[in-house]
Structures are given as C-alpha cells and as structure tokens.
C-alpha cells in the first residue's frame, strides 16, 4: 500500500497545520453540528500540504460522511447542477449520485476537491453552476480546495471562508517521516530524513513517496542511501518528466542519463506533455531551451559529436525544469506522442522563434544573442501585457506577422493587436520616416521646378529683352545707315 494513503490523517489531530487552522476548522464544524448552517470553506494551497486530508480527517472527527465530487470529473457537475436544480440541501447523494436522505440529521460533508482544476473548462459551465449552488446557502457542510484559489472567480471566492495553506516546514516534514518509519520497523539516520525533507519543498505527499521509494526492501535508511537510492531507482520516462516539470532538481539529469530512452525520444516526451504543465511565460522560455536542446542534437546526428548528448540532456532536464516559476502539484496524465510529428514541430516552432529573433535583433540594432539576453522577454512582455496601442506599436516596430505574434502572445491576442494595427493605420517607424522624406522631397521637388520654370521664364524674359534690344539697335542702326546714307 502506498504510504500516503496508509498514513492520511485519521483525525483532525493527526493533520500537522498551524493552531489557528486547525481552531477555524474546528470552530466551523462545531456550529454545523450545532444546526448553523455556514459559508463553505475554501482551503487553497500548494499540493502535498494536507488540503485534502483536513477536510476528510475533520469529516471522521465528527462523524460525518463525506461525498466526495471530483471536480475534474464532469459526471460531479451533472450532480452538482441536480443539487442546483433541486435545491434541497438535507438530502445528499451516494457516491453513485443517488440522493440519500440524510438519517437522523447526520451530516454529510460535501468535497469539492480540486475546483481550480475545473474552472477553466467552461464546457460545462462548472463555475458558475458552483456559485448558483453555493449562493443557496446549502444546508451540508461543503468543503472547496483549490491549489491556486486566485485562479478562481472572486465572486466565488467571496462566498467562501478562505483559508490559505502554507508549504509545510522542514521540520514538520521530519516528523511526519520519523513517525512513518517508527511505525514501519525501519531505523533511519535523521539527516537522510532531513535531505529528503528539503528536497520535498514542503511537499508532504512527496516526502512520503520518497521515503518509500528509498526504504523499499530496506530496515535501515543512511545518509548515504538518498542519494545513492535515488539514482539506483527504477526510473521511467514519466517519472522523469513529473520531476522537469513539476520540481527544481537537478538530480533529474542523472535520471535521464539513466534512462533507457534515447535524448531524441526523451525530447519529445517532453516537449509533447510540457503544455500541459507549462503555461505563458515559463512555456516558451522551455521552448527556447528545448529548441537549443534539440539543436545540438541535430549536431550530434551531422557530425557524430557525442559530447553534444549530454549538453542536450542537460539542456532538456534541468534546463528545462528551471523555466518553470514555481513547483507545479496535482497529478498530470501525461501522453505519449506521435514522434515523427513533434520533430518537425519542434524544428518549425524553432524556426519561428529564430525569425522573431532577428526581426529585434534588426530594428533594435544588435546581436540576436543580445536580443534574446536582453530584448526578447521584455518585448514578450509588452505584447502579453501593455495597451493595445503600445502592443501594436511595438509589434508594427518590428515587423511580426500575426503568427509570430500568436506564438508569443497568443492567438487572440495577435488577432487583436493586427486589427488595432491596421484600424488605427499604425506603421513602422523608418516607414513613417521614409515617408515623411518623399514628401519633403516632393515638395522640394515642386519648389524646385517652380524656381526653373521661374529661372527660365526670366531667362526667356531676358533673352526676349536682348533680342528686342538687338532689333531695336537694328533698327536704330537701319535707321542710322540710312540717314547716314542719306545725308552722305
Ligand atoms: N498537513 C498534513 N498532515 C498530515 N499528513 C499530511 C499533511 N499534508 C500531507 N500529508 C500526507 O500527504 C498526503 C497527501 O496530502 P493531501 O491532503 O492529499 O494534500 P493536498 O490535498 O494538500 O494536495 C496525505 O495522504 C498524507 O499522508
Ligand atoms: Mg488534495
């Protein structure tokens, strides 16, 4: 049996939470058995930190049964719309979605665990049939977790008593594990217990699971065994991925060094299943990284230089991992790919980023290095996030298509700012200037030939001048030579 499961809390005093948590909780579930019906809670906090097991542990503790409705599942929310729809809330529902009766005014603690998760989905309009069904003061007891409860609506969050979860300390990891192994028979050096507590980053689920995983067909955990264990460990491609994505470890490139899987077939794993985990800003940093990786192992292909694996490797895991903002929690089904497809994908989406690359590193007058050390970020940036005048600008500015645009931003997005783009008749800059100097220049121009046309009119008004001067110094002289003649 997986130890997380065997040793979940069984009652609210075997959850390790700070007193005040554990006096809220406690409060709240007295008033419910005392017939005042109250505002649900909403336990929000990273995973592994017993979210889950408070509300099941509370449930035991008072005696109540517990209908537990997976917010990712949708047949919940076809259950959750029948609760809206019905609105009797002293009746529940079996696991089987029957309703039940509640017998003798025995509670029954509704979970809703993991309602993030579900929020984005707006197939079945989960969130909003959540606010219907809370905003009828339902008579049970419910309980909300959320791994990131800013994710959700603040309507809804207003209908909640909102209790935030922190990491657990090392410390309390400790104990926890000293418990487990006491309990298990196995004698354990306290700092293999403390190595395994760091590494856990305040992830209780994970500590446990790595404990196990070290003690397997052990009696007796040494120092040494943490690490050495952890590279011995029968790793596979999924657990090698659940470690780049989800956690800062760098022992993850031994792992992958270990596997049988080639780095080209790992490099696609990855970079098939990273969207799933990865979203804006850390997602295409661990593109750029997994497109460099790649790279090199186009290199070692060509020119058979082998060196070249690791740094790919390496590239691929811990570069990869630390792309990431935060440690990522829940459980993500990650999927096998079709990899002939997600080469040529990985190489076009390259490609791209390549392109956009030297568009800055033109209009912004420097090295594509520098473009990407210094530029790129900031002008993903802007396009995600400033007006859409600004966005517009700076993507008219260096020349994006739409495609690159959606690439950074989004396709919405690029669709948005093209059209405030061409709305608002916005055009590159050096554009604007050439322009601005053909005008000038025809304008000169015009000057120009006005002052010849000028030029030549006074010419031609004094070659008119000259001429008339001849004729008449003709005639005078005509006239002359003939009085001359004459008198002569
Ligand atoms: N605060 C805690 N007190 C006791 N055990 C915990 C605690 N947090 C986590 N655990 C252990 O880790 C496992 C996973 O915890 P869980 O409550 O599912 O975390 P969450 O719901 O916050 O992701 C539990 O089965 C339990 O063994
Ligand atoms: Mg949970």
Not at 125 to 140: C, F, H, T, V, W
Not at 167 to 187: F, M, N, P, Y
Request: proline residues 2%; positive net charge; charged residues 35%.
């Amino acid at each position: 049996m997986l130890w997380v499961e065997k040793y979940r809390p069984k009652t609210i005093k075997d959850v390790v939470a700070d007193k005040s948590i554990l006096e809220r909780v406690i409060a709240w579930a007295k008033r419910w058995q005392e017939g005042i019906p109250q505002k649900p809670l909403l336990l929000g906090g990273p995973p592994g930190v017993g979210k889950t097991s408070l509300a099941l542990a509370l449930a035991n503790t008072f005696g109540w049964e517990v209908v537990e409705l997976n917010a990712s599942d949708q047949r919940s929310w076809q259950i959750i719309k029948r609760i809206v729809g019905e609105a009797v809330f002293n009746e529940t529902i079996s696991d089987e979605g029957e309703f039940l009766s509640s017998d003798e005014g025995r509670l029954k603690l509704i979970l809703l665990d993991e309602v993030d998760n579900v929020s984005k989905k707006e197939d079945f309009g989960g969130e909003s049939a959540l606010i219907k069904l809370l905003k009828k003061k339902p008579r049970q007891p419910i309980i909300l977790t959320a791994n990131d409860p800013f994710k959700l609506s603040k309507e809804l969050r207003d209908l909640c008593e909102f209790i935030q979860f922190k990491r657990l300390r090392t410390d309390q990891i400790v104990k926890v594990l000293e418990r487990i192994c006491a309990s298990e028979g196995i004698r354990c050096d306290r700092r293999a217990l403390i190595a395994i507590a760091q590494n856990a980053g305040g992830d209780l689920r994970a500590a446990i699971n790595d404990l196990q995983a070290i003690a397997e067909g052990r009696k007796e955990i040494k120092a040494e065994d943490v690490v050495v264990a952890k590279r011995t460990q029968e790793l596979d491609v999924f657990k090698v991925m659940q470690k780049i994505f989800k956690r800062f470890d760098r022992t993850v490139y031994t792992d992958a060094m270990n596997l049988d899987e080639s780095p080209e077939d790992l490099i696609v794993w990855i970079d098939e299943n990273l969207p799933l985990e990865y979203e804006g800003e850390e997602l295409l940093k661990a593109y750029l990284v997994l497109s460099r990786a790649d790279m090199f192992l186009g290199r070692v292909k060509r020119r058979g230089f082998y060196r070249l694996w690791r740094y790919a490797t390496y590239l691929m895991t811990v570069g990869v991992a630390y792309a990431k903002q935060k440690p990522k929690g829940g459980f993500t089904r990650y999927q096998r790919p079709e990899i002939w497809q997600m080469l040529v994908l990985i190489r076009e989406r390259r490609e791209r980023i390549k392109s956009i690359l030297k568009k800055i590193a033109k209009n912004s007058h420097m090295s594509t290095k520098k473009a990407l050390n210094e530029m790129f970020f900031f002008v993903v940036y802007m396009l995600r996030h400033a007006d859409i005048e600004t966005a517009s600008k700076i993507a008219v500015f260096y020349d994006l298509s739409e495609e690159e645009i959606a690439l950074i931003a989004g396709e919405s997005r690029a669709k948005e700012i093209k059209e405030f783009a061409r709305r608002k008749g916005i055009k590159r800059v050096e554009v604007v200037e050439e322009e601005e100097f053909f005008k000038a220049f025809e304008r000169e121009e015009k000057r120009e030939e006005v002052k010849v046309e000028k030029k030549e009119e006074e010419e031609r008004e004094v070659e008119k001048e000259k001429k008339a001067k001849k004729r008449r110094k003709k005639k005078k002289e005509k006239a002359e030579v003939t009085l001359d003649k004459f008198f002569s």
